[in-house]
T-cell receptor
Framework: DQQVKQNSPSLSVQEGRISILNCDYT??????FLWYKKYPAEGPTFLIS?????DKNEDGRFTVFLNKSAKHLSLHIVPSQPGDSAVYFC?????????????FGKGTKLTVNP | EAGVTQSPTHLIKTRGQQVTLRCSPI?????VYWYQQALGLGLQFLLW???????NRGNFPPRFSGRQFPNYSSELNVNALELEDSALYLC??????????????FGPGTRLLVL
Protein backbone atom coordinates (compact mmCIF):
# COMPACT_ATOMS: atom_id res chain seq x y z
CA ASP A 1 0.00 0.00 0.00
CA GLN A 2 2.01 2.93 -1.34
CA GLN A 3 0.53 5.99 0.31
CA VAL A 4 3.24 8.28 -1.05
CA LYS A 5 4.22 7.81 -4.67
CA GLN A 6 7.09 9.17 -6.68
CA ASN A 7 6.40 7.86 -10.15
CA SER A 8 9.58 9.09 -11.78
CA PRO A 9 12.57 7.04 -10.66
CA SER A 10 14.97 9.45 -12.33
CA LEU A 11 15.24 12.94 -13.76
CA SER A 12 18.04 14.59 -15.70
CA VAL A 13 18.34 18.36 -16.15
CA GLN A 14 20.91 20.82 -17.36
CA GLU A 15 22.75 23.05 -14.90
CA GLY A 16 20.97 26.37 -14.47
CA ARG A 17 17.59 25.02 -15.52
CA ILE A 18 14.66 24.16 -13.28
CA SER A 19 14.27 20.72 -11.73
CA ILE A 20 10.73 19.64 -10.88
CA LEU A 21 10.29 16.58 -8.71
CA ASN A 22 6.79 15.24 -8.26
CA CYS A 23 5.04 13.36 -5.50
CA ASP A 24 1.47 12.05 -5.23
CA TYR A 25 -0.27 10.82 -2.13
CA THR A 26 -3.41 8.82 -1.54
CA UNK A 27 -4.27 9.65 2.06
CA UNK A 28 -6.30 12.84 2.32
CA UNK A 29 -5.58 12.89 6.07
CA UNK A 30 -1.95 13.81 5.46
CA UNK A 31 -1.43 17.35 6.67
CA UNK A 32 2.33 17.76 6.52
CA PHE A 33 4.89 16.83 3.91
CA LEU A 34 8.66 16.73 3.87
CA TRP A 35 11.36 16.40 1.26
CA TYR A 36 14.64 14.68 2.02
CA LYS A 37 17.76 14.56 -0.11
CA LYS A 38 20.13 11.62 -0.07
CA TYR A 39 23.65 11.41 -1.44
CA PRO A 40 25.29 8.01 -1.97
CA ALA A 41 26.82 6.53 1.19
CA GLU A 42 25.06 9.13 3.35
CA GLY A 43 21.79 9.18 5.22
CA PRO A 44 18.93 11.36 3.99
CA THR A 45 18.99 15.00 5.02
CA PHE A 46 15.94 17.15 5.55
CA LEU A 47 15.42 19.69 2.80
CA ILE A 48 12.10 21.46 3.10
CA SER A 49 8.60 20.87 4.42
CA UNK A 50 5.09 22.18 3.90
CA UNK A 51 1.97 22.18 6.00
CA UNK A 52 -1.39 21.51 4.39
CA UNK A 53 -2.57 24.98 5.38
CA UNK A 54 -0.17 26.38 2.81
CA ASP A 55 0.14 25.82 -0.90
CA LYS A 56 3.74 26.99 -1.23
CA ASN A 57 6.87 27.09 0.86
CA GLU A 58 10.10 28.58 -0.36
CA ASP A 59 13.65 28.28 0.96
CA GLY A 60 16.31 29.73 -1.27
CA ARG A 61 16.49 27.78 -4.50
CA PHE A 62 13.98 25.22 -3.24
CA THR A 63 10.22 25.67 -3.41
CA VAL A 64 7.59 23.09 -2.58
CA PHE A 65 4.08 23.42 -4.00
CA LEU A 66 1.09 21.58 -2.59
CA ASN A 67 -2.13 20.94 -4.51
CA LYS A 68 -4.46 19.32 -2.00
CA SER A 69 -7.33 18.77 -4.39
CA ALA A 70 -5.04 16.79 -6.66
CA LYS A 71 -3.17 15.19 -3.73
CA HIS A 72 0.02 16.26 -5.39
CA LEU A 73 3.12 18.10 -4.35
CA SER A 74 6.19 19.12 -6.24
CA LEU A 75 9.67 20.30 -5.39
CA HIS A 76 11.17 22.94 -7.65
CA ILE A 77 14.88 23.61 -7.67
CA VAL A 78 15.96 26.67 -9.57
CA PRO A 79 18.57 27.16 -10.75
CA SER A 80 19.72 23.55 -10.58
CA GLN A 81 23.35 22.92 -9.71
CA PRO A 82 25.51 19.81 -10.17
CA GLY A 83 25.69 19.50 -6.36
CA ASP A 84 21.94 18.96 -6.33
CA SER A 85 22.46 15.56 -7.95
CA ALA A 86 21.04 13.16 -5.38
CA VAL A 87 18.01 11.01 -4.65
CA TYR A 88 15.04 13.02 -3.41
CA PHE A 89 12.43 11.45 -1.17
CA CYS A 90 8.98 12.80 -0.47
CA UNK A 91 7.55 11.85 2.94
CA UNK A 92 4.46 12.35 5.05
CA UNK A 93 3.61 11.48 8.66
CA UNK A 94 0.92 8.79 8.80
CA UNK A 95 -0.99 7.50 11.78
CA UNK A 96 -0.72 3.80 12.40
CA UNK A 97 -2.03 2.07 15.47
CA UNK A 98 -2.60 5.36 17.24
CA UNK A 99 0.95 6.49 16.67
CA UNK A 100 2.76 8.26 13.88
CA UNK A 101 5.33 7.10 11.39
CA UNK A 102 6.94 8.72 8.39
CA UNK A 103 5.90 7.22 5.07
CA PHE A 104 8.40 7.72 2.27
CA GLY A 105 8.13 7.53 -1.48
CA LYS A 106 10.59 5.41 -3.42
CA GLY A 107 12.64 8.43 -4.38
CA THR A 108 13.62 10.20 -7.59
CA LYS A 109 17.24 10.28 -8.64
CA LEU A 110 18.09 13.75 -9.93
CA THR A 111 21.11 14.25 -12.14
CA VAL A 112 22.15 17.80 -12.92
CA ASN A 113 24.53 17.91 -15.86
CA PRO A 114 27.17 20.66 -16.07
CA GLU B 1 27.60 18.96 17.26
CA ALA B 2 28.05 15.32 16.28
CA GLY B 3 25.44 13.83 14.01
CA VAL B 4 23.72 10.48 14.23
CA THR B 5 26.27 7.68 14.17
CA GLN B 6 25.73 4.07 13.20
CA SER B 7 27.86 0.96 13.44
CA PRO B 8 29.00 -1.05 11.70
CA THR B 9 29.06 0.60 8.28
CA HIS B 10 28.95 -2.71 6.41
CA LEU B 11 28.10 -6.23 7.42
CA ILE B 12 27.98 -9.59 5.66
CA LYS B 13 25.98 -12.42 7.20
CA THR B 14 24.57 -15.74 6.06
CA ARG B 15 20.98 -16.88 6.12
CA GLY B 16 19.75 -17.89 9.54
CA GLN B 17 22.27 -15.81 11.43
CA GLN B 18 21.46 -12.96 13.77
CA VAL B 19 22.67 -9.37 13.54
CA THR B 20 22.75 -6.34 15.82
CA LEU B 21 23.01 -2.83 14.47
CA ARG B 22 23.77 0.16 16.65
CA CYS B 23 22.80 3.80 16.59
CA SER B 24 23.76 6.84 18.64
CA PRO B 25 21.41 9.81 18.30
CA ILE B 26 22.31 13.45 18.26
CA UNK B 27 22.91 14.76 21.78
CA UNK B 28 19.63 15.98 23.24
CA UNK B 29 17.47 13.84 20.96
CA UNK B 30 15.26 11.34 22.72
CA UNK B 31 13.57 9.71 19.74
CA VAL B 32 15.26 7.13 17.55
CA TYR B 33 13.77 5.70 14.36
CA TRP B 34 14.90 2.74 12.29
CA TYR B 35 14.24 2.39 8.56
CA GLN B 36 15.04 -0.22 5.96
CA GLN B 37 15.89 0.75 2.42
CA ALA B 38 15.96 -2.31 0.21
CA LEU B 39 17.04 -2.13 -3.41
CA GLY B 40 14.44 -0.36 -5.53
CA LEU B 41 12.29 0.57 -2.57
CA GLY B 42 11.89 3.74 -0.56
CA LEU B 43 12.58 3.98 3.11
CA GLN B 44 10.37 1.56 4.99
CA PHE B 45 9.63 2.45 8.60
CA LEU B 46 10.74 -0.24 11.03
CA LEU B 47 10.67 1.00 14.62
CA TRP B 48 10.40 4.14 16.71
CA UNK B 49 11.74 4.45 20.24
CA UNK B 50 11.35 7.36 22.58
CA UNK B 51 12.44 7.60 26.20
CA UNK B 52 13.25 3.91 26.20
CA UNK B 53 9.83 2.82 25.00
CA UNK B 54 8.76 1.39 21.66
CA UNK B 55 6.26 3.93 20.28
CA ASN B 56 5.45 2.42 16.93
CA ARG B 57 6.45 -0.41 14.69
CA GLY B 58 6.20 -0.90 10.93
CA ASN B 59 4.93 -3.89 8.99
CA PHE B 60 7.88 -6.15 9.69
CA PRO B 61 7.93 -9.63 11.25
CA PRO B 62 8.74 -10.08 14.94
CA ARG B 63 12.26 -11.22 14.15
CA PHE B 64 12.98 -7.51 13.74
CA SER B 65 13.28 -6.05 17.22
CA GLY B 66 15.22 -3.46 19.08
CA ARG B 67 15.62 -1.44 22.18
CA GLN B 68 16.64 1.97 23.40
CA PHE B 69 19.06 2.47 26.24
CA PRO B 70 18.97 5.08 29.02
CA ASN B 71 21.49 7.17 27.08
CA TYR B 72 19.01 7.10 24.13
CA SER B 73 21.26 5.01 21.92
CA SER B 74 19.51 2.14 20.24
CA GLU B 75 20.04 -1.32 18.84
CA LEU B 76 18.22 -3.05 16.03
CA ASN B 77 18.27 -6.84 16.14
CA VAL B 78 17.34 -9.08 13.27
CA ASN B 79 17.05 -12.79 13.94
CA ALA B 80 16.96 -15.68 11.47
CA LEU B 81 18.27 -13.54 8.62
CA GLU B 82 16.77 -14.03 5.20
CA LEU B 83 18.19 -13.05 1.83
CA GLU B 84 15.61 -10.28 1.44
CA ASP B 85 16.89 -8.63 4.61
CA SER B 86 19.81 -7.37 2.55
CA ALA B 87 19.36 -3.62 2.64
CA LEU B 88 20.59 -0.32 3.96
CA TYR B 89 19.42 0.18 7.53
CA LEU B 90 19.08 3.80 8.50
CA CYS B 91 18.72 5.26 11.94
CA UNK B 92 17.33 8.73 12.56
CA UNK B 93 16.84 10.81 15.67
CA UNK B 94 14.70 13.76 16.61
CA UNK B 95 14.06 15.92 19.64
CA UNK B 96 10.43 15.24 20.26
CA UNK B 97 7.86 12.53 20.02
CA UNK B 98 5.90 13.93 17.09
CA UNK B 99 7.11 13.29 13.59
CA UNK B 100 5.11 16.25 12.35
CA UNK B 101 6.84 18.70 14.63
CA UNK B 102 10.41 17.55 14.67
CA UNK B 103 12.78 16.98 11.80
CA UNK B 104 14.44 13.60 11.72
CA UNK B 105 18.20 13.57 11.27
CA PHE B 106 19.63 10.48 9.68
CA GLY B 107 22.82 8.57 10.19
CA PRO B 108 24.89 7.21 7.28
CA GLY B 109 23.35 3.77 7.56
CA THR B 110 24.55 0.19 7.89
CA ARG B 111 24.63 -1.83 4.71
CA LEU B 112 23.74 -5.44 5.41
CA LEU B 113 24.32 -8.20 2.90
CA VAL B 114 22.83 -11.61 3.59
CA LEU B 115 24.30 -14.49 1.60
Amino acid sequence: DQQVKQNSPSLSVQEGRISILNCDYTNSMFDYFLWYKKYPAEGPTFLISISSIKDKNEDGRFTVFLNKSAKHLSLHIVPSQPGDSAVYFCAAPAVQGGSEKLVFGKGTKLTVNP
Amino acid sequence: EAGVTQSPTHLIKTRGQQVTLRCSPISGHTSVYWYQQALGLGLQFLLWYDEGEERNRGNFPPRFSGRQFPNYSSELNVNALELEDSALYLCASSRGTSTTQETQYFGPGTRLLVL
